[in-house]
């Protein structure tokens, strides 16, 4: 079956990088559509980079544009989230998530798109 573990997480100050690795497994044929989101207690679940493996086309949420970089790794099993200039509001479980469909219907950055996902990875950015 499909896994997908995360990796990387844990504590950083206020303006330093981290970066996050997704690691899939246990699928025939490709996954299409990659993503990183995230959540906080008591909020919804936020997509903030996606990326089309196949075009290697990226998505960001605005909060993060110009912050965060998704990558795949050469393998094409791995996928990675560059975080830079970290704020303590990006604190969170940080999620992967794959799926076979290019990103449609529902957008990269929605959950709905989404089949398979990790356990998540916490991020705390102290200030």
């Known amino acids: 079956h499909v896994q997908l573990v995360e990796s990387g997480g844990g504590s950083v100050q206020a303006g330093r990088s981290q970066r996050l690795s997704c690691a899939a497994s246990?699928?025939?044929?490709?996954?299409?559509?990659v993503a990183w989101f995230r959540q906080v207690p008591g909020k919804q679940r936020e997509g903030v980079a996606a990326?089309?493996?196949?075009?290697?086309?990226?998505y960001y949420a605005d909060s993060v544009e110009g912050r965060f970089t998704i990558s795949q790794g050469s393998d094409k099993n791995t996928i990675f989230l560059q975080m830079d200039d970290l704020k303590p509001e990006d604190t969170a479980v940080y999620f992967c998530?794959?799926?076979?469909?290019?990103?449609?219907?529902?957008?990269?950055?929605?959950?709905?798109?989404?089949?398979?996902w990790g356990q998540g990875t916490q991020v705390t950015v102290s200030s």
């Open positions: 246990g699928y025939d044929g490709t996954m299409y559509c």
């Open positions: 998530a794959a799926t076979e469909g290019r990103c449609i219907p529902y957008g990269p950055l929605s959950q709905d798109q989404y089949a398979y």
């Open positions: 990326i089309r493996t196949d075009l290697v086309s990226t």
